[in-house]
């Protein structure tokens, strides 16, 4: 399982993102900015997203459309 950001760069365990483009978190009133950082991501079973921590939420799990590698 390849395991890619919104350029194609491959991502893996523990790495770092930058967002690229402001998300609502759904159940929340956080919004994440574009340019947030989140460090050490976590591979999940689907391709399309990765589990991690930003800011107040724990547990998130963001689609890599909107990922972009540090």
Not at 8 to 19: C, F, I, N, Q, R
Not at 39 to 66: H, P, Q, S, Y
């Amino acid at each position: 399982m390849k395991v890619k950001d919104s350029n194609g760069t491959p991502l893996s365990e523990g790495d770092s993102v930058t967002l690229i483009k402001d998300l609502k978190v759904k159940g929340t009133s956080v919004t994440l900015k574009r340019g947030t950082l989140i460090k050490n991501i976590r591979l999940t079973g689907n391709e399309d997203e990765v589990e991690c921590r930003a800011e107040k939420v724990k547990d998130l799990v963001l689609r890599t459309e909107f990922l972009k590698k540090a």
